[in-house]
């Protein structure tokens, strides 16, 4: 018999099989993701559609059906196709006849950007509606913008003209002090939520500058998309 110690040996740690085990793992993990981003895709395009749709048809008020668009300094086109521009959405009553476009603005908020979907009317060359998408503001002072009827008032009719050599607005949207408003094209602000009133002045006057002289100039496109 021999006198040598038997030396205890911890068994090695399986690399191989953990390894094999972890990426089994991962690819599980994987095809779960893909799996259930192909499932919620439809119903999350489908939600942001229905979505789209009431907001334009809140800020062009009477609408029934809509047309989306892309409109830039190279012209318009349906969505669908290729085009460089903002995406806009045509909106027109039971007649066919065009009531107003629906098109996207943003700024900076107190918090955070404040996205908006306002309401174009072309032929009064104003304002007629907003509606926000989305915000982060203090709740009870910046989400005033929402539920503040003498502030939604503003945009019954903001004017919108655009410049008589057509480009541009003939007067910038600008929010002015609560009490203080004197001209069309100007928003009344709500106290105590001043940077929020300013954010939506600045993202109307920011897209307003740019949209409407090219909603003027191909209007005749968007009446006969109807047809």
């Given at each position: 018999?021999?006198d040598?110690?038997?030396?205890?040996t911890?068994p090695g740690?399986p690399g191989l099989?953990?390894?094999?085990?972890?990426?089994?793992?991962?690819m599980?993990s994987?095809?779960?993701v893909v799996l259930?981003?192909?499932?919620?895709?439809?119903i999350i395009?489908?939600n942001?559609?229905?979505?789209t749709?009431?907001?334009v048809?809140h800020?062009?008020?009477g609408?029934?059906?809509?047309?989306?668009?892309r409109?830039?300094?190279?012209g318009?086109?349906?969505a669908?196709?290729e085009g460089e521009?903002?995406?806009v959405?045509?909106?027109y009553?039971?007649?066919?006849?065009?009531?107003g476009i629906?098109?996207?603005a943003a700024a900076?908020g107190?918090?955070?950007?404040?996205?908006l979907?306002?309401g174009y009317?072309?032929y009064c060359?104003?304002?007629?509606?907003?509606k926000?998408?989305?915000?982060?503001?203090?709740?009870g002072?910046g989400?005033k913008?929402?539920?503040?009827?003498?502030?939604?008032?503003?945009?019954?009719?903001?004017d919108a003209?655009?410049?008589?050599h057509?480009?541009g607005?003939a007067?910038a949207i600008v929010?002015?002090?609560h009490g203080a408003k004197?001209?069309?094209w100007?928003?009344?602000?709500?106290?105590?939520?001043?940077?929020?009133?300013?954010?939506v002045g600045?993202?109307l006057?920011s897209?307003?500058?740019?949209?409407?002289?090219?909603?003027q100039k191909?209007l005749?496109?968007f009446?006969e998309?109807?047809?």
């Open positions: 018999m021999s040598t110690p038997a030396v205890a911890n740690t099989r953990m390894i094999r085990t972890l990426g089994l793992i991962a599980l994987g095809l779960a259930v981003y192909q499932w919620t895709a439809p395009a489908e942001q559609r229905i979505a749709e009431k907001a048809f800020v062009v008020a609408a029934t059906t809509r047309k989306d668009f409109l830039g300094p190279e318009l086109v349906p669908g196709q521009g903002e995406t959405y045509a909106a009553g039971p007649d066919g006849k065009l009531l629906a098109m996207p900076q107190y918090q955070d950007v404040v996205k979907l306002y009317d072309p060359q104003c304002i007629r509606g907003i926000v998408l989305k915000m982060t503001e203090t709740p002072l989400d913008i929402i539920t503040d009827a003498a502030f939604l008032e503003n945009f019954e009719a903001l003209r655009v410049a008589p057509g480009k607005l007067n929010t002015v002090k004197r001209n069309d100007e928003i009344d602000a709500i106290s105590g939520a001043t940077v929020t009133s300013n954010a600045k993202a006057n897209s307003a500058q740019v949209m409407a002289p090219l909603v191909h005749d496109r009446e998309a109807s047809q």
